[in-house]
């Protein structure tokens, strides 16, 4: 017991440090670093009626540090291991008023799009070190802030026709698979198979509501699925920097 104590001590003591060094880096007070640095909970995201995504959530809540460093490296692995993480993070919900965040494909589909950013922008990606430093904190948010020009990025490709996507996340795997990187060629390649083998537009709304989920939770934004007075929210509307601009919303029959 007094080990386990020792330990969490020990983790605290770190996670402050952290938070400190965070704040002075980034200019702000410890609070707004503090509460960059947390992780959504489930209080921030709808969960309905839906008791197996609040489940997901609540032992989210409850994970381990060691579990948490481990879920935080993932999200800093481009473009497989972020768009896995994501998925699994932002479950589909099920509502009266619709589905959301579904879509079988939506992993691979995430994954596309960070490739196609990763080959037209590549000065979006944050760098190795900023990643590691970020996910042995233990909180996949300060991944977020390292990824966060390239999560906006992948998401205003959502805003394009699909007659002109598709031609870029070919372009992009067809790149990939003659890097001399052999870890960004490995990943082409799968894509490229699931590009070829599985139809994917039917999860681009899935993938839309993770990216939006995701790029609102710093602004304290509404994800899709939120009750409003207005009706449920079922996407946000960005512009290239700052907060959503809009919300689209359904009001429900």
Not at 128 to 135: K, R, S
Request: some cysteine; charged content about 25%; hydrophobic content about 40%.
């Amino acid at each position: 017991m007094t080990g386990t104590r020792s330990h969490r001590s020990a983790s605290d003591r770190a996670r402050r440090r952290a938070i400190r060094a965070y704040a002075t880096e980034r200019g702000v007070p410890y609070s707004v670093a503090a509460r960059l640095l947390s992780g959504p909970t489930a209080k921030r995201f709808p969960v309905g009626d839906d008791e197996h995504r609040a489940w997901m959530f609540a032992a989210r809540e409850h994970r381990s540090y060691l579990s948490r460093v481990s879920d935080a490296r993932q999200a800093g692995d481009l473009p497989l291991g972020r768009a896995a993480h994501l998925t699994r993070r932002f479950p589909p919900l099920r509502t009266p008023a619709g589905n959301f965040y579904f879509g079988a494909g939506r992993e691979a589909a995430l994954s596309m799009l960070y490739a196609v950013v990763s080959h037209e922008t590549p000065g979006l990606l944050p760098g190795p070190d900023e990643l590691a430093w970020a996910a042995e904190l233990g909180e996949e948010s300060a991944v977020d802030i390292a990824c966060a020009a390239l999560d906006r990025a992948a998401r205003l490709l959502l805003e394009l026709d699909s007659w002109r996507l598709w031609p870029r996340v070919e372009a992009a795997l067809t790149a990939g698979e003659a890097s001399p990187d052999s870890p960004v060629r490995d990943a082409a390649r799968q894509l490229n198979r699931e590009l070829r083998s599985t139809s994917l537009r039917g999860s681009l709304p899935g993938v839309r509501q993770i990216l939006d989920a995701l790029l609102v939770e710093p602004y304290n934004g509404l994800p899709p699925g939120a009750r409003t007075r207005k009706g449920v929210v079922t996407g946000a509307r960005w512009s290239s920097n700052g907060p959503p601009v809009d919300y689209d919303t359904l009001t429900p029959a």
